[in-house]
């Protein structure tokens, strides 16, 4: 079964699906479902083959850089802007990092092979999809340089604000395993951080849930990565809209 529809009949909720343009929607409808995504529900693993492309609606996907020794650390982020599986449109069916559900929720799902087809066949699908490649490539590079340079604490917060835009709410599921796999850093660095803030009253823990009660103290402690990734998205969201009406105007 489909989630929400528009008025001609086609899935609603997420960027790129609603850019899809009319001409490939009758291919891809029948083969486009949707389903619910459970926290820490792997979607793939890097490495591994990618049979699927996920499109959150109101979930949130970490994609997650993975080193040999089993660390790991996020550098991309995906909310209903977006889509995982990127690189399988691009020419590697390869999963480039490890994908696991941050946030749950509902999101699309639809085969590579249906979605790689439409692909080659649409310039304007083409030139959605590869403005969203512009968009993963500079919060990967914008992600590792915060990675390096940023403490805990500003990380936490740029992580916080990222995911309360992808969300509906201001309650994150979310337990502090969860963000120190994400962050890439120790449990007990989370937990110093989280107290810091919650002295501050920008959040309140709570056993699987982190609350933001400040938004404006999360963004007066955060570094400047997350303006800039912030600003990223929204540009991505006004070039594709505008791409999409643009094509289904003609």
């Known amino acids: 079964m489909l989630a929400a529809l528009t008025k001609d009949g086609w899935p609603d909720g997420n960027l790129i699906i609603s850019a899809v343009p009319p001409e490939e929607r009758d291919y891809l409808l029948p083969r486009l479902e949707s389903i619910d995504l459970h926290g820490r529900q792997a979607l793939y693993v890097a490495g591994a083959h990618l049979a699927w492309l996920y499109f959150p609606l109101d979930s949130v996907v970490a994609i997650l850089g993975v080193s040999r020794k089993g660390t790991t650390a996020q550098y991309a982020l995906i909310g209903n802007?977006?889509?995982a599986g990127l690189s399988a449109l691009l020419g590697d069916s390869r999963a480039v990092g490890s994908s696991i559900v941050q946030s749950p929720g509902r999101c699309y799902r639809v085969g590579v092979q249906p979605m790689a087809e439409a692909f080659q066949r649409s310039e304007a699908l083409r030139r959605v999809v590869l403005r969203c490649v512009s968009s993963r490539v500079t919060q990967t590079s914008q992600t590792s340089l915060c990675n390096?340079?940023?403490?805990?604490?500003?990380?936490l917060c740029c992580w916080l604000l990222?995911?309360?835009d992808r969300?509906?709410?201001?309650?994150?599921?979310?337990?502090?395993?969860l963000v120190a796999l994400v962050l890439g850093v120790r449990r007990?660095?989370?937990?110093?951080?989280?107290?810091?803030l919650q002295a501050r009253g920008a959040i309140r823990c709570g056993r699987g849930h982190i609350v933001v009660l400040e938004r404006r103290v999360l963004e007066e402690r955060c570094c400047e990565c997350y303006a800039l990734l912030r600003d990223d998205v929204a540009?991505?969201?006004?070039?594709i809209s505008g791409a999409s009406t643009g094509s289904h105007a003609r």
């Not at 007990?188 to 810091?196: D, F, M, P, Q, S």
């Open 235 to 239: 540009a991505m969201a006004r070039d």
């Open 81 to 83: 802007e977006s889509f």
């Open 148 to 155: 390096a340079l940023h403490s805990v604490e500003q990380r």
């Open 188 to 196: 007990e660095a989370v937990t110093i951080a989280a107290l810091r």
């Open 162 to 164: 990222q995911t309360l």
């Open 167 to 177: 969300l509906p709410s201001s309650d994150l599921t979310a337990t502090q395993e």
